[in-house]
Nanobody
Framework: QVQLVESGGGLVQAGGSLRLSCAASGRTFSAYAMGWFRQAPGKEREFVGGINQSGGSAYIADGGKGRFTISRDNAKNAVYLQMNSLKPEDTAVYYC???????????????WGQGTQVTVSS
């Protein structure tokens, strides 16, 4: 069992940065690949990116390429999403998820956090 809690969301002006954190409970955090998703009002949840179990391989979807990076610290049971050059269209609730592999498919993940709101003002 893994419990995930996101933090670090908030209100930021366009062009600014935020670092989201996802803290995991349980001793098996390093066994899971981690994904970040986001859901904007009225839209479907979409894949932001993911990182494999060791942290040696990370993937960012097109919407965040060149602006977002994902990292993890298995010693701290945490995964991070660094977001730079934020745009109003990045406004969404951001979720972290744990699963066996990095995947853009939500069904591939076994555990989800409750989300943290990111609002980017223009």
């Amino acid at each position: 069992q893994v419990q995930l809690v996101e933090s670090g969301g908030g209100l930021v002006q366009a062009g600014g940065s935020l670092r989201l954190s996802c803290a995991a409970s349980g001793r098996t955090f390093s066994a899971y690949a981690m994904g970040w998703f986001r859901q904007a009002p009225g839209k479907e949840r979409e894949f932001v990116g993911g990182i494999n179990q060791s942290g040696g391989s990370a993937y960012i979807a097109d919407g965040g390429k060149g602006r977002f990076t994902i990292s993890r610290d298995n010693a701290k049971n945490a995964v991070y999403l660094q977001m730079n050059s934020l745009k109003p269209e990045d406004t969404a609730v951001y979720y972290c998820a744990a699963g066996p592999v990095v995947s853009a498919s939500q069904s591939s993940y076994d555990y989800w956090g409750q989300g943290t709101q990111v609002t980017v003002s223009s």
